[in-house]
């Protein structure tokens, strides 16, 4: 049994605490002592490794030296660091002369700066995300075969850092004709205590601790290794969102994240007493946004797995779930808006945030356009926008202008008076819409929910409004990268609040519009933007299709499908089939005509619908609609043609 069974119980400063406690580490010994004077409880379990992980590490670098390894890839610095430590056990000099003769990837930026600390450079580095599929990505460029017989990777031998936890790049490899083995870096352990082991990892699924702690990246590591062999591997990509996780090293928090396991807090502090007194500060914060993360996780399950709802089997349904269909189904941006007489009527007589508010209108003009489009999906009418008033912000659509807000997020006082959502009580007219459009629309349509993404939300709250070069918020994101990540913060349990409570109130898939996001480099987007993305994405019910789409910058592909959301959306920038390549065949993709062909004619736009059918080549999982939303100045009938062309030229 774990050393502590104190039950789990909330104190005003310190957690109820999980640990892994490697070779009596006397700073877990400190952060139990210190932990039961401030009323919280830590429950560890002991675990001893050797010294080195022989005869695994030995083995790599006697294959090394005989020249039987042609390419290792080193995916984070923490690895480097590992492997760089080993080796004084080792001829460490024979060893750097081995590297010299083979090719080495590194498959992260953190990989690549610890390389070349260690005044290693690498063949191949990976500038982006270090997701599996940017990987592969980069080693196809980089590996590209002169001869169409075979693979440039045929009959190579790759050690991968730490492959079993990596299936699908190594499968990827393995796919290519490489042979691929692990290179198992960090220490080992001497002995498993099995029955212990267990019951600690039952008391973890069964949510004993409010916390987790992981002191090192060793025990990041080991815990790892230790859930995949108990048979809790789901524990790496779910159970762990409902604690509250701490990190105790920046290089454990590296090969976490690096696993997709979502750290709420790092502490780098120099001692267990400061990180203890720094976590006693952030407490009461993250228990508000994990709580509320855990209450719409294991909240009312979401019918969307039932397959006895009358639009379980719909063609839209089932391209999300990337299962074959009888016809493409298509749906679009903006179906129902101003380019329609109807909806014009309407907003003849009220302003646009009146009619956000009033959500018999906005199921009327929803469910006008759906009947008269003949598409295979309904989304709620309402704008990305609403949500931030009952944030703080003072919103107002200004005829001509657009959305303006007059009092902008600009400074960290700013930020403050900023309320990030405890509930969607301010926003249940958004809950009522939901409601109402599904119970107008027939009963095998689906209904797509949505909202802002928090960069597109950040940049109107800071901008004020519409902008042509993002100058303000991205002086904040760089410039004051602390009031940045607590901005998007505030945005993270808002939006994660907002797109749960629509899935309550009846809605079948939610996307994510970043509608911005283009403005960004790739390397912004995934230090400012993409970890609160997957944020949101992970707080969602598993059940429950997500659109994840952002606009302006084809480059974002891989972060974008590097998230949990089962399809991603497709901008026009980019053709269909080399995104679909980009993202990965096992996710279903939404897409990508542009949306100035509407404003042709019906034999141009069956052409050119053609086209990015041929693109999808039959495929499952291909959902029709635009790059962006209808412009308002298109010919009602021409968005009628495209639907009617899609369904005959997709009909199998």
């Known amino acids: 049994m774990p050393d502590s069974t104190h039950p789990n119980q909330q104190s005003p400063l310190a957690p109820a605490i999980g ?15 210190l932990v039961h004077q401030q009323g919280g409880t830590v429950d560890r379990i002991s675990l001893k490794t050797v010294a080195d992980p022989a005869p695994a590490f030995s083995n790599l670098l006697s294959e090394l030296s005989i020249g039987a390894i042609d390419i290792m890839i080193f995916r984070t610095a923490a690895g480097v660091a590992q492997f760089m430590k080993n080796l004084r056990h080792h001829d460490r000099q024979r060893a750097l002369n081995s590297l010299t003769d083979i090719r080495i990837i590194a498959a992260s930026p953190n990989a690549t700066s610890a390389l070349r600390t260690n005044g290693l450079i690498p063949h191949v580095t990976v500038d982006g995300d270090a997701n599996w599929r940017n990987v592969l990505t980069t080693i196809d460029e980089n590996y590209r075969s002169t001869d169409r017989s075979g693979s440039p990777l045929a009959t190579l031998h790759i050690a991968l850092e730490d492959c079993e936890d990596w299936f699908s790049l190594s499968s990827g490899l393995e796919a290519r004709g490489a042979r691929v083995r692990a290179m198992e870096l960090f220490p080992r352990l001497a002995e498993v205590p099995t029955l212990r082991v267990q019951t600690f990892f039952e008391q973890l699924e069964a949510n004993a601790f409010e916390a987790f702690w992981f002191q090192s990246a060793l025990d990041a590591s080991v815990f790892l290794r230790l859930s995949k062999q108990f048979g809790r591997a789901r524990l790496t990509d779910h159970l762990l969102d409902h604690h509250i996780v701490i990190s105790g090293s920046h290089a454990a928090t590296e090969i976490l994240t690096d696993r997709g396991i979502l750290i709420d807090l790092t502490c780098d502090q120099a001692t267990i007493s400061e990180s203890l007194d720094y976590v006693a500060t952030q407490i009461s914060s993250l228990r508000t946004r994990k709580s509320n993360s855990i209450k719409y996780m294991s909240g009312p399950s979401s019918s969307s797995n039932d397959p006895n709802a009358p639009w379980y089997n719909s063609p839209f349904m089932k391209a999300c779930r990337g299962e074959p269909t009888d016809v493409t189904p298509i749906w679009m941006m903006r179906q129902a808006g101003r380019y329609m007489a109807e909806y014009r009527e309407v907003r003849a007589n009220v302003s646009f945030l009146e009619l956000c508010a009033n959500s018999q209108l906005c199921s009327e003009v929803m469910c006008t356009a759906v009947n008269r489009l003949g598409v295979d999906a309904a989304i709620i009418f309402s704008d990305l926008l609403p949500i931030l008033v009952p944030m703080g912000l003072d919103l107002e659509f200004v005829k001509g202008d657009g959305p303006v807000i007059h009092n902008p997020v600009r400074t960290t006082a700013d930020i403050d008076r900023v309320k990030p959502l405890d509930n969607n009580a301010e926003l249940e007219f958004v809950m009522e819409t939901v409601r109402l459009t599904r119970q107008d629309l027939p009963a095998d349509m689906p209904l797509i929910g949505f909202a802002g993404a928090p960069f597109t939300l950040a940049s109107y709250m800071i901008e004020g409004g519409a902008s042509r070069n993002y100058a303000a918020t991205k002086t904040m994101m760089h410039g004051d990268p602390g009031a940045w990540d607590q901005l998007m913060q505030h945005l993270v349990q808002s939006i994660s609040i907002y797109l749960n409570g629509q899935i309550e109130a009846g809605a079948q898939c939610v996307q994510l519009f970043d509608s911005w996001a283009g403005c960004l480099s790739f390397e912004d987007y995934r230090t400012h933007v993409h970890p609160h993305v ?11 299709p997500v659109i994840n789409f952002a606009t302006g910058n084809p480059a974002l592909l891989p972060l974008l499908a590097d998230t949990r959301a089962s399809v991603i959306g497709i901008d026009w920038r980019t053709r269909l089939d080399d995104a679909w390549q980009t993202v990965g065949h096992d996710r279903a993709v939404q897409g990508n005509l542009d949306p100035t062909v509407l404003l042709t004619n019906p034999t141009e736009i069956r052409r050119q619908a053609k086209i990015v059918l041929d693109q999808a080549a039959g ?9 962006h939303g209808i412009l308002p100045m298109t ?9 009617d062309a899609v369904h005959e030229l997709s009909q199998k």
Not at 26 to 33: C, D, E, K
Not at 535 to 544: F, M
Not at 619 to 627: E, S
């Open 19 to 33: 640990v892994l406690d490697l070779n009596n580490d006397p700073n877990i010994a400190q952060l139990q002592t």
């Open 534 to 544: 997957q944020k949101i994405i992970a707080s969602l019910p598993s059940d429950v």
């Open 619 to 627: 495929r499952p999982g291909h959902i029709f609609n635009l790059g």
């Open 635 to 643: 010919d009602v009938d021409n968005a009628i043609a495209l639907v």
